[in-house]
T-cell receptor, first 113, second 113 residues
Framework: DVKVTQSSRYLVKRTGEKVFLECVQD?????MFWYRQDPGLGLRLIYF???????EKGDIPEGYSVSREKKERFSLILESASTNQTSMYLC????????????FGNGTRLTVT | DQQVKQNSPSLSVQEGRISILNCDYT??????FLWYKKYPAEGPTFLIS?????DKNEDGRFTVFLNKSAKHLSLHIVPSQPGDSAVYFC????????????FGQGTRLTINP
């Protein structure tokens, strides 16, 4: 069974802090994604990566960066957390191919105060 | 602008009856469509998909219908079961889009015994 693990279930951070969200997958997937889920907006793509050290911006990359130093790990970085980044963050991974479904982690609920 | 829209935030259906969830899209480049199901405190899980070369795809109790001319798809669940109570997300991608899924806002389905 595919396992996508997000390191924290809940996080509370202060405005201006640098925040790291970690994601690890165990299925040797090339592609990894970061989404945020907000009520009434569904899931929105922040960044994705289709290879180690490769990254591409999604639909809402402002205020975020990512790091992929190893195939199995994809990190989302909030350079200076703001209250409008309070959200549920979901990591996903999959094989290449547009018809390969995404496998999601259980999410990290981030609250910025 | 919301390229994928689920206009019903919630739906309540009696156990054993048919559940119909609807989704509309605006981008004519989308050619692959998926439904994901999400339980509380878990990540979304893939349910069923359809390519634009088809107008129907069936998997057990779940059937997805695609009407390209109307840019509309629907998910039928029959018969509905209590375990189907969840949030359902419609998603779309363009085959040239490197798996950049665009999600709808989600519909919360409640199956009443």
């Amino acid at each position: 069974d595919v396992k996508v693990t997000q390191s924290s279930r809940y996080l509370v951070k202060r405005t201006g802090e640098k925040v790291f969200l970690e994601c690890v997958q165990d299925m040797d997937h090339e592609n990894m994604f970061w989404y945020r889920q907000d009520p009434g907006l569904g899931l929105r793509l922040i960044y994705f990566s289709y290879d180690v050290k490769m990254k591409e911006k999604g639909d809402i990359p402002e205020g975020y960066s990512v790091s992929r130093e190893k195939k199995e790990r994809f990190s989302l970085i909030l350079e200076s957390a703001s209250t409008n980044q309070t959200s549920m963050y979901l990591c996903a991974s999959t094989f290449p191919g547009y018809n390969s479904p995404l496998h999601f982690g259980n999410g990290t609920r981030l609250t910025v105060t | 602008d919301q390229q994928v829209k689920q206009n019903s935030p919630s739906l309540s259906v009696q156990e054993g009856r048919i559940s119909i969830l609807n989704c509309d899209y605006t981008n004519s480049m989308f050619d692959y469509f998926l439904w994901y199901k999400k339980y509380p405190a878990e990540g979304p899980t893939f349910l069923i998909s359809i390519s634009s070369i088809k107008d129907k795809n069936e998997d057990g109790r779940f059937t997805v219908f695609l009407n390209k001319s109307a840019k509309h798809l629907s998910l039928h669940i029959v018969p509905s079961q209590p375990g189907d109570s969840a949030v359902y997300f419609c998603a779309a991608s363009a085959s040239q889009g490197a798996q950049k899924l665009v999600f709808g806002q989600g519909t919360r389905l409640t199956i009443n015994p």
